[in-house]
């Protein structure tokens, strides 16, 4: 089948578009998995390497040479984290090995978290609703790369309280350079949009800093906020801070009044923005038309 027919039954069947995004998207998060666990690691053998050059004792040596082996998002191989069994290509489809093993390692029984394939079918589920939205085109496929970075953050600002620069920075400038075509939004919108998001963030982490002696919210989701800004243009901005704060808020009661969790016990707000984030990208112009209806603004 050449590309040309390929593109044409995309075109004609909403039925075969949609399952194959859904398949698209359990393999994306099956890799996304590897980057939520992996690029965190990553980041901190190469923040140890760092200061062992700079260091002198033995000791950092010896932590340095602990971490000079090659560890990076394709070496080594998946593998059990407890006795170590290599992950067999059968005992890594996505969702469909989850099930077969039982949520059980294949050589020594150990549960397998099941946070691995909820992250397969969220990716999944929200890669269909992203096609089904834009449809075949380069919207979409735009869509789905904000998408996937956004799972990718969440994850790991929920294990590690941190937004890494490696997946922030170069999809904030994605979205600059998609603005020249425009896919989103016009240049002018994500300009304004990259600046004023880190700027507002900014200036709500110092102004709460001054007020309260603490530290609100790391630097970030200074940088997401400013990517989002950047894909989606400064006049998503106000929304996306109030949807993703109100979420927050109510999680945060939830957790204290419900679990227990005490007040000054950090949460991370960088899953709040993703979230926050893809919606608008989604509904973002219906649920604008509904704020400013409830504001009694002009539409």
């Known amino acids: 089948m050449t590309a040309s027919a390929i593109i044409d039954l995309l075109q ?8 194959a995004s859904f398949v698209l998207g359990l393999v994306v998060g099956s890799f996304l998995n590897v980057v939520i666990v ?6 901190n053998r ?14 950092a040596v010896l932590a340095h040479s602990a971490d000079s082996e090659r560890f990076d998002l394709l070496t080594p191989p998946s593998h059990c984290p407890l006795c170590h069994h290599r992950i067999r290509p059968w005992e890594n489809i996505p969702l469909v090995s989850y099930l077969l093993l039982r949520g059980r390692c294949s050589s020594c029984t150990a549960r397998i978290s099941p946070r691995y394939p909820a992250v397969e079918l969220l990716t999944g589920l929200l890669s269909v609703i992203v096609v089904a939205h834009f449809g075949v085109s380069t919207a ?8 996937w970075v956004l799972i990718a953050l969440a994850g790991i600002d929920l294990d590690h309280q941190l937004l890494p620069d490696d997946l922030t920075l170069p999809t904030l400038w994605l979205g600059l350079l998609l603005s020249l075509v425009p896919v989103f939004v016009p240049v002018d919108a ?13 200036g ?3 102004l709460f800093r001054w007020l309260t002696g603490k530290q609100g919210m790391g630097h970030g989701d200074f940088k997401l906020l400013a990517m989002l800004g950047a894909w989606l243009g ?7 801070v109030l949807l993703a704060s109100v979420v927050g808020a109510a999680v945060g009661i939830a957790l204290i009044a419900g679990l227990g969790r005490h007040r000054d016990q950090p949460i991370p707000f960088g899953p709040f923005l993703a979230t926050a984030g893809w919606i608008y990208l989604i509904w973002g112009e219906d649920l604008t038309q509904t704020y400013l209806a409830l504001g009694g603004l002009p539409r």
């Open 12 to 19: 004609t069947s909403p039925i075969v578009v949609l399952l």
């Open 38 to 43: 992996r690029l965190p690691c990553m980041m």
């Open 46 to 59: 190469d923040w140890r390497a760092q200061c062992a050059q700079l260091m002198t004792s033995t000791s």
């Open 140 to 147: 979409a496929l735009a869509g789905l790369i904000l998408t």
């Open 190 to 202: 994500a300009i304004i949009g990259a600046a004023s998001g880190y700027l507002t963030l900014w």
């Open 204 to 206: 709500i982490y110092h």
């Open 234 to 240: 400064w006049q998503s901005l106000p929304l996306i």
